[in-house]
């Protein structure tokens, strides 16, 4: 079956330190990736994403990119700040489920950046 | 531009009472829906979609109920809250063409 791995959390960083959120998935074919983040107290936004092989998603920052021989979408950041302190949660939506909103997700990873 | 609302933001409920949580949509017509859970501590579990009026589908067994009366209107209820209901319930929908969702801001819910 399909299923989004992150590695757990709390991950806590001072700020200016490089990130590194690690995401692995199983899906059949080539689903659509994406990352999400989630500020206290809000719902969810989306931060990146990819739609096949090779691509880099990328916004305010981070990047992933889409690897289909180790099946991961890590999420970086160069230089992390306070502000980024959130929840980030990895996502795929499988192809025969494209364009449904059928998302799976991991379970989520607590960033704390301290100043 | 795409806007989901969700009422109340917050709800402290008793144990058995029930619960009707709304969400409505703009930016969009004859969009999926869905609504989504966060429970404490833990990913995002899929309860319900429709796609379309009076259309819902459950993903897992639970004590809750979703209705679609009105194409951009998605509401999610119970007769007989339990604790087990707790979470953060997230409405969203999907945009096109890779299937991302846009989420609304979400309603907090505590039973006691």
């Known amino acids: 079956g399909n299923s989004v791995t992150q590695m757990e959390g709390p991950v806590t960083l001072s700020e200016e330190a490089f990130l590194t959120i690690n995401c692995t998935y199983t899906?059949?074919?080539?689903?659509?990736l994406f990352w999400y983040v989630q500020y206290p107290g809000e719902g969810l936004q989306l931060l990146l994403k990819?739609?096949?092989?090779?691509d880099k998603g990328s916004n305010k920052g981070f990047e992933a990119t889409y690897r289909k021989e180790t099946t991961s979408f890590h999420l970086e950041k160069g230089s992390v700040q306070v502000s980024d302190s959130a929840v980030y949660f990895c996502?795929?939506?499988?192809?025969?489920?494209?364009?449904?909103?059928?998302?799976?997700f991991g379970q989520g990873t607590t960033l704390q950046v301290k100043p | 531009s795409q806007t989901i609302h969700q009422w109340p933001a917050t709800l402290v409920q008793p144990v058995g009472s029930p619960l009707s949580l709304e969400c409505t949509v703009e930016?969009?017509?004859?969009?999926?829906l869905y609504w989504y859970r966060q429970a404490a501590g833990r990913g995002l579990q899929l309860l319900f979609y429709?796609?379309?009026?009076?259309?819902i589908s459950s993903e897992v067994p639970q004590n809750l109920s979703a209705s679609r009366p009105q194409d951009r209107q998605f509401i999610l209820s119970s007769k007989k809250l339990l604790l087990s209901d707790s979470g953060f319930y997230l409405c969203?929908?999907?945009?096109?063409?890779?299937?991302?969702?846009?989420f609304g801001e979400g309603s907090r819910l505590t039973v006691l």
């Open positions: 996502a795929l939506t499988p192809k025969s489920s494209s364009n449904t909103g059928k998302l799976i």
């Open positions: 899906a059949t074919g080539y689903p659509s």
């Open positions: 990819a739609t096949k092989a090779d």
């Open positions: 930016g969009t017509s004859n969009p999926n």
């Open positions: 429709s796609v379309g009026i009076g259309q």
């Open positions: 969203a929908y999907p945009t096109r063409p890779t299937g991302e969702l846009f």
